[in-house]
């Protein structure tokens, strides 16, 4: 818990083992294991060093997922399946 203005609190993940990733297509949400970080738009470094922000790829045992919540304001990571890009 960290105190901002107005003495409210925040609650920051400091490091994150699972993420809460929403299935569009069946509507469920699983708890789901965090393997990596494959893309980060706002900063390509976030990558290298697995930083998750909210818009970041992360790649889960369900497959490849983008971060909906902000994980250093809300104090969970919550995401929604992408489909792969097709090559």
Do not use: H, M
């Not at 400091?14 to 569009?24: H, T």
């Not at 069946?26 to 965090?34: E, L, Y």
């Not at 992360?58 to 994980?71: H, K, M």
Request: aromatic share 4%.
């Amino acid at each position: 818990l960290y105190r901002t203005k107005g003495a409210n609190r925040k609650v920051r993940v400091l490091s994150a083992e699972f993420a809460n990733v929403l299935d569009r297509k069946t509507s469920v949400t699983k708890k789901v294991k965090i393997v990596t970080v494959k893309a980060n738009p706002s900063n390509p470094n976030f990558v290298t060093r697995n930083i998750i922000t909210r818009g970041a790829t992360i790649q889960t045992d369900l497959g490849l997922a983008r971060v909906t919540s902000r994980p250093g304001q809300d104090g969970v990571v919550n995401a929604v399946l992408v489909e792969a890009p097709a090559t």
